[in-house]
């Protein structure tokens, strides 16, 4: 009997994880009913060295392939699609685990579902309060959710393990993916795209199957948010107007306090002068796009123009580390 999901694991430079999140599979009885291949991002790193001397010591019916260079996790997450052949896909970090009590979850979950469904949102704890719908994009799902809780749904939209993907109805879109990859949330725009092209839909879901790893390497954050305003707000090409309209108002909140803590992230990555880019000029695109950012900025502005080194101590250790390209 074939089986219904394939469960893709996108890795770099994480194998104590990894490895811990194999043990768990193999626990919960995940490999069961799932296919699941490891995507590393790492051809010179150990465990790519340890398969292709064939000493890999991994479970049975767990797949290995490498890439042929570090392509970031956004595409290495699009080669899921390309390479999956089971129903449905869930994409999962290297990081994360999944909780007791999941495969019966998603299982019966699978078993469920209409035709008409394209991808299925899990809630996570990192929000906690995903109203329980199912919508025809993006629109429908924002009027239930209160403007204070925009900041949290925006992330947990991207959340990558949060998703169940119907792999037939999401390839036909893959392209869109690519062009708007960019944005950082391109795992997003097929789905959308098949709401609008094929009356499909998305179900938001209060199940939580997931538990999301916090490591310490992490992506650099002002980076990652900067392309993401950039794309969503002046690219085209992947996303109709509606949805688009709406991952805006999710990521363009009024949170002051989360758009001063954006603002200091931009000083402290651009500020960087080995990446050779202005900060005030990446200041200033974000201004024009977003009030809220205008605001933050104007706030913010005695302590931008120190050097990140002379910023009280305190805040540094709250912004933490800028975060890794390698990552991006």
Not at 260 to 272: E, M, N, P, S, T
Request: one cysteine or more; proline letters at 5%; charged letters at 20%.
């Amino acid at each position: 009997m074939s089986k219904p999901l394939t469960i893709w694991i996108p890795t770099f430079r994480r194998p104590r994880q990894l490895s811990q999140l194999l043990k768990n599979f193999d626990q919960l009885g995940i490999i069961d009913f799932a296919e699941v291949v490891i995507s590393d991002n790492d051809p010179e790193g150990p465990l790519a060295e340890t398969m292709a001397k064939g000493d890999g010591d991994l479970p049975l019916n767990v797949c290995y392939r490498c890439n042929a260079a570090n392509l970031s996790a956004g595409v290495n997450f699009l080669r899921a699609f390309e390479c999956c052949t089971t129903p449905w896909l869930m994409i999962v970090g290297d990081d994360d685990l999944f909780k007791f009590g999941a495969a019966d979850q998603i299982l019966d979950l699978i078993a469920s579902l209409q035709d008409d469904i394209a991808a299925v949102k899990f809630d996570s704890s990192l929000f906690g309060s995903q109203p329980e719908c199912v919508s025809s994009g993006l629109g429908d799902y924002i009027e239930q959710l209160s403007p204070r809780n925009y900041p949290d749904a925006f992330n947990n939209l991207c959340l990558i393990s949060n998703w169940l993907f119907r792999t037939d109805s999401y390839r036909l879109y893959l392209a869109s993916a690519y062009l708007g990859y960019s944005s950082k949330i391109s795992h997003l725009f097929p789905a959308l795209q098949a709401c609008v092209r094929d009356d499909a839909k998305l179900m938001f879901s209060h199940l939580q199957p997931v538990e999301h790893g916090i490591s310490e390497a992490s992506w650099p954050k002002a980076a990652t948010w900067f392309e993401m305003v950039t794309t969503l707000a002046s690219f085209s090409g992947f996303i109709d107007a509606q949805n688009r309209s709406a991952l805006l108002k999710l990521l363009l909140h009024s949170d002051w306090r989360r758009n001063i803590a954006k603002c200091l992230r931009v000083q402290q990555f651009y500020g960087d002068q080995r990446l050779g880019l202005n900060t005030w000029r990446i200041h200033i695109h974000l201004a024009l796009i977003s009030t809220s950012y205008l605001q933050a900025l104007l706030l913010s502005w005695p302590l931008l123009l120190l050097p990140y080194r002379l910023w009280p101590r305190s805040l540094r250790n709250k912004l933490g580390d800028p975060g890794s390209i390698e990552r991006w």
